[in-house]
């Protein structure tokens, strides 16, 4: 490719103790724990709100946050819920329970509530939010792995801002990518790149003759078999999650997989949201002709963001495994621990595919009622980086595992993680990859955080001590 070099003057910013890339539901976590605790906060948002998947990208429902014995789920996301909860911004069959102690239960809510609420919550933390603005280069010192400023761009052009501290939460690893940091590509550095799906929102639906949970999961999957052999759809796809009900007259579909769509290139996603859309229109038809309580069912509106699963992760002090989850190992600079099943999609609409999916789900893979797994600090911090972390879907993980904790509430303590040990490090002068974690830890569990493991913690090089 030729190459065309840009020469401009480019002004600069305020300095910050904290740069935040990407508004997801890691990044305005990060945003809101590093604000309270009295930092100088830049939090930067491609769209025009916080909480990424579940406001723009309409995956408007929870993963299950608790174990059957307890919630694994603790500090800025559990404050999250309980608000959402307390101001009627739950589905309407949420209960106290659903979040705090059942095992496996979803927990919908209101798109709009929750946009509301992280503004209030990052406006009280002192979070200055760029909204409509993206990372997109950075100013690094690679000898010594340290982020010296960031360039953005908006409506207004171009800004180098300074800071003491980054997180990227980005999802696809967008700043950790500009500044060298060593990461793995699906596609790239694995066989397969894990199907996207554009999620939608519908109305008017009869809940009482559609049903709820497996009532409803089989309904709709007996009707799917129905379709698929009617050559009802454009694609053969076998898995359905099913629709959510997420208030009185709405609900949710993350339905109709985008096979092969490449997020780290634009083209796979430009082709892959129309395809989306397209196939929204399939399932609304779907639903109208086979699926009962569905023939007066409206379509409200696609997302503004393809759900990806599968991009860009790191290469980080450690890389949490299969092993590690399947062991319920907890380390001992745990700074979440959770309970989620392996969510790997099938690669592809072969009945192969399909049939190994169901193979691996039913060969309880994925740990049980009351256990729990630890996430170590060190997956959050890129190899040998001083002041950069990142904090969501980028994480380092191997695939399987990614797969468990690339959701909305783990994403979450990973990003009350992130921010409060960027700001430990701003005032320490602890580099992040050798940060005392002990003292990280104290921090996260006075803010809230359900650490029960790790009290206690001593200073260690980031997630190399584990205990089973």
Known sequence: MKTFTLQREVPVDKEYDLVVAGGGPAGAVAAIAAGRLGAKVLLVESTGCMGGMGTSGLVTAFNPMANGNEMMVGGVMREIVETLYRTGGLGPNVRPETFNKLYGKWVPFNVEAYKHLLDQMALAAGVEVRFFTRVIDADVDKRNRHVNGVIIHNVEGYRFVPAKTFIDATGDAILADLCGVECREAGRDTPHIMPATLPSLFANMDWNALGSGDEAWHKENNALKKALADGHFTQYDRQLPGMFRVTGTVGFLNGGHLFNLNALRNDSMSKGVMLGRRLAQEYLSFY??????????EHVVTASLIGVRESRRIVGEYELTVHDYQARRHFDDDIGIFNNFIDIHPYDC???????????????????PGESFGMPYGMLVPKGWSNLWVAGRCASADVQAHGVIRVQP??????????????????????ACDLNTGRLIDTLINAGSHLPFSRGATRTTAGVSAVA
Do not use: H, W
């Open 288 to 297: 109208r002709k086979y699926v009962p309580g569905c023939a007066n069912m």
């Open 350 to 368: 072969t009945d192969e595919a399909y049939e190994q999916f169901c193979k691996e789900k039913s060969f309880g893979q994925s740990i049980g």
């Open 410 to 431: 783990s994403c979450a303590l990973m990003g009350q993680a992130a921010g409060t040990a960027a700001v430990q490090a701003s005032r320490s002068g602890e580099p």
